[in-house]
């Protein structure tokens, strides 16, 4: 009989992903992060996961009844064309997975997850480099220590990406390592290269063996790049 495999005891897993059921979905990857954090909590991991605070999240919130308290009132930040503070909110579930909620309304109190008439909406890649950004730092203030850093999808790929630049040498995070879940590689994440400025980071990682694919961004292609490990 196959033994079923089994998490190391109290290992800190922190997931970033853009959608999650009950709060917000657009497709399966929101059907995943509603299952495997509780699964992964069950198996006796300390599981934490960010997503944006998106409208329909607020409405959810709102149409059940849920308070989502602020658990960190001012989390400033500063990409180009985005500088202000953002809140985090939380709610834990009943399985006891740590739910955070990056609030910042510029960013996502919008009618739809990522596009506005079919149409993605032009920030969308400042929109996700903040998210991941701010899931670092919320990290940090919270004194949440991932062992592990899930990031899933290009939405969340910046995570990734910053873990391995901006907070290369931060004594935080010398224990984590990242990985990256693929659902769907139709959607990398691609932007103009003029729009490479949104991520904060230095040209030298606009390049072929970076985040530079034919002439544009590639997030998800950063993400592969710098994650320990991909799955699909």
Known sequence: MKRRHQMPQQSEIVFTASEMVPYCKTGGLADVLGA????????????????????????????????????????????????GEACVREFIEQSGVRVLFIDLPMAYDRDQLYTEDGVDYADNLSRFS????????????????????????????????YLKTHYQR???????????????????????????????????YFTPDTLEYFGQVNVL???????????T
């Open 36 to 83: 495997l954090p509780t699964a992964l909590k069950e198996q006796g991991a300390r599981v934490t996961v960010f997503i944006p605070y998106y409208r329909q999240v607020a409405e959810w919130a709102e149409k059940g009844g849920y308070a989502l308290p602020i658990v960190i009132d001012r989390l400033g930040f500063h990409l180009p064309g985005y500088t």
């Open 130 to 161: 903040i998210f991941s950004k701010a899931s670092l730092e919320a990290c940090k203030i919270l004194d949440i220590r991932p062992d592990i850093l899930h990031a899933h999808d290009w939405q969340a790929s910046m995570a990734i990406v």
């Open 221 to 231: 292609k950063g993400g592969i790049i710098f994650a320990d490990q991909i799955t």
């Open 170 to 204: 931060d004594s935080f995070f010398e224990n984590t390592k990242s990985v990256l879940t693929i659902h769907n590689l139709g959607y990398q994440g691609r932007f103009p290269s003029d729009q490479f400025q949104a991520v904060d980071l230095p040209w030298d």
